[in-house]
DNA sequence: GTCTGTGCAAACTGTTTGCATTCCC
DNA sequence: GGGAATGCAAACAGTTTGCACAGAC
């Protein structure tokens, strides 16, 4: 999804294009990952934008709403993606530096899905999956 | 993994066992899922076990150090589960009750990390896999 | 002008830490 | 008796909320 299709569907949805909304948007394009809220706060702080964290955080909650991003829990804190229809990913996750990185597998579990959602009476809205290790830096 | 086993590994790695730590690794045994430090406080006060929450924490942390339970933080809080050996096993997690239940599914993630660890020269030590959507209560 | 978005301060949840006391072995 | 375990209070991180003001449309 490019930002201008994210802009109008913004707007469509009665919300309104304010400049930190915009560069929220632009670094979570840019990132094509997860990024937490105290990374985006500071790259907003390079562009000489220094909002709230209250703001930040209602920010994220509002793009989440209207499903423009998703959120993931990690290791307890919130990170946010700009979800890319075609391919699923999962996530590395590095137990040193706590760098993430996208990881795309071949996978059966959207079919697993359908399965669980049948066997268990559970109805699966999404899954995440994590593999925790150490990236190549932080091997040694 | 029984409890005996267990309180016997305890004591070779120069653990003491109170009465605390036997009945916490006894609930965890029951559990046989995982299981939040607020939700194992509330069962230890059935017992009328009263600990501080400070005791939980350092209690969990300890099994956790001596490889006796496993953590997995799942949208911001941690829970804990005594290791099953044979069968690596995935959770299902209502988005609404916040219940987590154990499911068994066959995958080839073991499989996949050899070829990913190989591939993005990133060392896996585990992985978490949950999925999340409604539990038959909570579908109406 | 209206209603959404923002800043600020304060509350909140889950977890961690320092220090003095208790009690297991 | 010595060291591990515990209670208590206070700190901490990440997130949420209430209220007043600012700014997009």
């Known amino acids: 999804m490019n930002k201008d299709t994210i802009f109008q569907n913004i707007r469509n ?3 309104r294009l304010t400049r930190l909304r915009k560069e929220i948007v632009q670094i979570l394009v840019e990132e094509d990952c997860l990024l ?9 702080n390079k562009l000489n934008l220094t909002p709230n964290r209250s703001t930040i955080f209602r920010e994220l909650l509002f793009l989440t709403s209207k499903q423009i991003i998703l959120k993931n829990n990690i290791s307890g804190v919130d990170y946010y993606e700009i979800p890319c229809e075609q391919h699923h990913h999962h996530h590395l996750v590095c137990l040193k530096c706590h760098a993430i990185s996208k ?3 071949e996978d059966q579990l959207a079919a697993q899905e359908k399965k669980i959602t049948k066997q268990n009476k559970f109805r699966i809205i999404n899954h995440s ?3 925790y290790g150490y990236c190549r830096k932080c091997q040694i």
Chains 1, 2 share one sequence.
């Open 13 to 15: 949805q009665g919300g």
């Open 36 to 44: 937490s809220s105290a990374k985006l706060l500071s790259r907003l």
């Open 103 to 105: 990881i795309e597998i």
């Open 129 to 131: 999956l994590e593999f």
